[in-house]
């Protein structure tokens, strides 16, 4: 991952400024997309400092014409793409018998189907070319187990990711190497995301003082970029920033493994309604 150009959503701060610094050390032109244009600025101006090109554009990830413009953009800046670091997010507090419609469409919206939008508009363009390129999807250890209470809608919508992206993998031919950061918690401004909300989808909150705090003491942005950008090198498809996070993991795993052993044991013939199997047979059948 040197000499390429990236393009970073969500690269104006946290882990998005982070991703841009490691990939700007090796060498690679940066496109910083951000729905702050100062924020997209700076980090542009930062990684200029170490001698790359970059540049900075204005985007919301949720509007799928404004991801084609920033596609658009970078290809006629600098003639290729070859990463793209789909990593912007947003998170809302609140209980889920609390959650309205509008704080739905906008984490969703985000978190979702801006991962979507950069899957299609990007990886169309990767999947058409034999080039080695590269798309590096941002869930969370919210991902794989963390049931954040208070936080249902933001762990929900990084469920989704990792779903979305286990499949992207499997479509994306050879030379599109698909990847899931789930990193743990990052120093950032997610607390205070609303302050980007727009007003038909509820607005501007008040920052949570708590979730400040405590993402005051998480892990330093550049520290969380280069862990996920030395996973990408290694060729790893889920990358973990935080040793602890697996905790979660083995959770989820001892439970849905009980569940199993309780209510669906294995036992002979039990492929019987295998998916796989039955595409097969009915392949088989169709068949003239």
């Known amino acids: 991952m040197t000499d390429k150009t990236a393009v970073?959503?969500?690269?104006?701060?946290?882990?998005?400024?982070g991703l841009c610094m490691a990939l700007a050390r090796r060498g690679n032109s940066v496109v910083v997309a951000d729905i702050e244009p100062e924020a997209a600025e700076r980090t542009a101006e930062e990684?200029?400092?170490l001698g790359v090109e970059s540049a900075a554009f204005v985007c919301d990830v949720s509007d799928h014409d404004a991801v084609v413009a920033l596609a658009d953009y970078a290809w006629s800046r600098f003639g290729s793409v070859e990463i793209l670091c789909n990593n912007a997010g947003v998170s809302l507090g609140g209980r889920l018998v609390d959650a309205r419609p509008e704080d739905f469409d906008w984490v969703f919206g985000v978190n979702v189907k801006g991962m979507l939008n950069g899957s299609q508009v990007f990886g169309s363009r990767f999947a058409s070319t034999d080039a080695t390129s590269f798309i590096v999807n941002t869930a969370s250890e919210h991902s794989i187990g963390v049931p954040?209470?208070?936080?249902?809608?933001?762990t929900a919508s990084k469920h989704a990711v990792l779903g979305l992206t286990d499949v992207l993998r499997?479509?994306?031919?050879?030379n599109v190497q698909v990847s899931l950061a789930c990193p743990g918690i990052v120093s950032s401004r997610i607390h205070d995301a609303t302050r980007n909300r727009p007003a038909d989808l509820g607005g501007?909150?008040?920052p949570n003082r708590l979730a400040q705090a405590v993402l005051a003491m998480g892990m330093d942005p550049l520290e969380a970029g280069e862990h996920v950008i030395v996973g990408v090198e290694d060729g790893e498809y889920m990358i973990f920033t935080h040793s602890h996070?697996?905790?979660y993991a083995d959770e989820r795993y001892r439970e849905i493994s009980r569940a199993f052993e309780r209510q669906a044991?294995?036992?002979p013939g039990d492929e019987r309604y295998k998916v796989a199997n039955l595409v097969r047979e009915a392949r088989a059948t169709a068949e003239p």
């Open 47 to 49: 990684a200029a400092a």
């Open 204 to 206: 501007r909150g008040e």
């Open 170 to 174: 499997r479509e994306m031919p050879h």
């Open 148 to 154: 954040h209470v208070g936080a249902g809608l933001y």
């Open 8 to 17: 970073v959503t969500g690269g104006g701060s946290g882990l998005g400024r």
């Open 245 to 247: 996070s697996r905790e």
């Open 265 to 267: 044991p294995r036992v």
